[in-house]
Nanobody
Framework: QVQLVESGGGLVQPGGSLRLSCAAS????????MGWYRQAPGKERELVAA???????TYVDSVKGRFTISRDNALNTVYLQMGSLKPEDTAIYYC?????????WGQGTQVTVSS
């Protein structure tokens, strides 16, 4: 089964930027959805952004215009470029793959937005 490994989290000041990466252990063929979720303390995990096979993307309203999801098929990697970060973006960010009945999660990467 494919494995997902996130990287790029860290501490950033409000208004700053970070780029998260999600590397898959092998190339993914067929129809799939790659997504970034986040979970803040005491809150449910929520979908932040997703990209489907054809390249269409979707975002939760709170990050529209600030975050961009993209992928590099040659590197089997999906990115989440985050800008104009706010304290409320603080959370563990998880990469997710959905392909038919298969659902794979990464281990998560912490993003902390604080001055």
């Amino acid at each position: 089964q494919v494995q997902l490994v996130e990287s790029g989290g860290g501490l950033v000041q409000p208004g700053g930027s970070l780029r998260l990466s999600c590397a898959a252990s092998r190339s993914i063929h067929g129809t799939y959805i790659m997504g970034w979720y986040r979970q803040a303390p005491g809150k449910e995990r929520e979908l932040v952004a997703a990209i489907i096979t054809g390249g269409s993307t979707t975002y939760v309203d709170s990050v529209k215009g600030r975050f961009t999801i993209s992928r590099d098929n040659a590197l089997n990697t999906v990115y989440l470029q985050m800008g104009s970060l706010k304290p409320e973006d603080t959370a563990i960010y998880y990469c997710n793959l959905r392909q038919g009945p298969v659902v794979v999660w990464g281990q998560g990467t912490q993003v902390t937005v604080s001055s």
